[in-house]
């Protein structure tokens, strides 16, 4: 059973910049794919920021993020980061680390990811 151990939320201004941390135990498998989602206040759905192969390092964005957020992982130390430059209000949310099996080498944030963490909150605000 995986476990998810989350940090790195906070209080930021416009502008600022954040560096998530996901820790996770329990792989017994080298094919997995990580993926960062967040719900924003209000939204019914967490929507999928970026995701990346544990495997072979494939990446993958959504729109919003592209240019701003920079997904890496640790396999060392089974941990996986969000770098999350130029901060806006719009990225206010809880931001959860997720997990699923991955036997494509490749990932998408539209992906259906069925292990997930207890979430962080990052807030925006000036």
């Known amino acids: 059973q995986l476990q998810f151990v989350e940090s790195g939320g906070g209080s930021v201004q416009p502008g600022g910049s954040l560096r998530l941390s996901c820790v996770i135990s329990g792989f017994t498998l080298e094919s997995w794919s990580i993926a960062w989602f967040r719900q924003a206040p209000g939204k019914e759905r967490a929507e999928g920021v970026s995701c990346i192969t544990r495997n072979n390092g494939n990446t993958d964005y959504a729109d919003p993020v592209k240019g701003r957020f920079t997904i890496s992982t640790d396999n060392a130390k089974d941990t996986v980061y969000l770098q999350m430059d130029n901060l806006k209000p719009e990225d206010t949310a809880v931001y959860y680390c997720?997990?699923?099996?991955?036997?494509?080498?490749?990932?998408?944030?539209?992906?259906?990811?069925?292990?997930w963490g207890q979430g962080t909150q990052v807030t925006v605000s000036a």
């Open positions: 997720a997990a699923m099996v991955d036997l494509s080498g490749s990932c998408q944030v539209d992906d259906e990811f069925g292990y």
